[in-house]
């Protein structure tokens, strides 16, 4: 990548200098070769609620997708992340 080195955290352990960009070097290509399975599998949707103590009668619902069809099994952890952090603020 281009632009500045990134902070000193978010450094991994590969001997390179990591950036943050934007944008890309020249002439530097990445081969990655990936080797998975396909299966059908089950899922289950998980449900909780908390009753309201003024309006118990009422309903907010939240919800966020746990499937990996464009960007792998990274696509929905922010979403998951947030909905686990409300929940646990909210008891």
Known sequence: MKGRPAPQPWQGAINVTYKIGPGF???EALKISVNGNLKIR???NVIGYIRGKDEPDRYVILGNHY?????GS???NSG??????VARAMM
Do not use: C, F, H
Request: hydrophobic share 45%.
């Open 67 to 71: 499937d990996a069809w464009v960007y």
């Open 42 to 44: 089950k899922i289950r």
């Open 25 to 27: 070097q020249s002439g």
């Open 80 to 85: 998951t992340a947030i909905l686990a952090e």
């Open 74 to 76: 990274m696509d929905p």
